[in-house]
């Protein structure tokens, strides 16, 4: 059920040799606003006219957009928001099909209450895990990622990838392709980085997502680190011995975004954890980290 990566992987050592000269980048972005209008930003226009233009390949573009298209559309209704289309020349538009927080949380939920209880039938138990739609919305991811380390590896294109506001479906994607992309991100050292940066500095909501304070918006909550780890190792598995880093490090990184251990993790922003003076009251989850790596 869950699509194989290693068309990228067992290419990486092959496209790396080849032209070399060519770099494609990987952006990321809230969605546009042009509403039911379709009002147009100059400003935006040239800002992506200036990505695609970074990359010598005539290869378009290409806006990765998470979302499946129909949300996308009522985005330009009911948030006067919306998509890419029409004035952005020598783009090509790509909807993943990525569902909401909001379905995704009511998969785990369905999910962690079948796992919690006995099961008396594999059989039965298999077609009950599949009922809760958490492989469904894992492949979506795990393709997502895939179809980005293609496009960047194998076309030598640029890509632009956003959801809505960019940071729950956004992060987990471009990470899961980075990690496909550049065996540096699978080190301990290297995955580090890629947290801090694709999670921490560009915004994802800790506080909300994982209800940290006794926060009481339950329809905020969702489990997007543990779908994106999930997704990482289901790349394991197929893997093994790609990844300096075990499944260990995962429940880990996990269960501190729960229970605020570390300052890393807290707060929505980087914004906010400079204002609370995070950096000089707390301790770092990659300090505990890297200090045991190097015992």
């Known amino acids: 059920m869950l699509p194989r990566v290693s068309r990228v992987l067992s290419n990486l050592a092959d496209v790396t040799r080849r032209d070399a000269t060519v770099f494609s980048v990987i952006c990321r972005s809230a969605q546009p606003l042009p509403g039911l209008f379709r009002m147009r930003n100059k400003e935006d226009e040239r800002l992506v006219t200036l990505i695609r233009a970074a990359n010598p390949s005539p290869a378009p573009l290409y806006i990765i957009d998470a979302r499946p298209h129909t949300n996308a559309q009522a985005n330009t209704v009911f948030r006067a928001a919306g998509y890419e289309r029409g004035s952005y020349e020598n783009c090509e538009i790509i909807f993943l099909g990525m569902e909401n927080i909001h379905n995704v949380r009511k998969s785990y939920v369905r999910l962690r209450e079948l796992c919690s209880a006995p099961a008396d039938d594999d059989e039965r138990w298999l077609h009950n895990i599949s009922e809760t739609y958490w492989l469904q919305h894992l492949s979506k991811l795990l393709q997502g990622g895939r179809r980005i380390a293609e496009l960047v590896m194998l076309e030598r294109a640029s890509v632009l990838i956003h959801c809505s506001d960019g940071w729950d479906r956004t992060p987990q994607i471009s990470a899961l392709a980075q990690l496909m ?7 301990i050292r290297g995955f580090a980085v890629l947290v801090e940066k694709e999670w921490c500095s560009m915004g994802h909501k800790f506080s909300l997502r994982y209800a940290h304070g006794g926060s009481s918006d339950k329809q905020e909550a969702a ?11 289901q790349m394991m598995r197929q893997f093994p011995t790609a990844f300096e880093f075990s499944e260990a490090l995962l429940l880990e990184l996990i269960d501190m975004a729960y229970v605020c251990k570390f300052g890393s993790f807290l707060f929505n922003s980087e914004s906010e954890r400079r204002r609370a003076g995070v950096h000089k009251r707390t301790v770092s989850f990659w300090s505990h980290v890297l200090t045991n790596l190097d015992k």
């Open 181 to 187: 992309v550049d065996p540096y991100y699978r080190t």
């Open 223 to 233: 489990p997007v680190l543990a779908q994106w780890a999930d997704g990482i190792w």
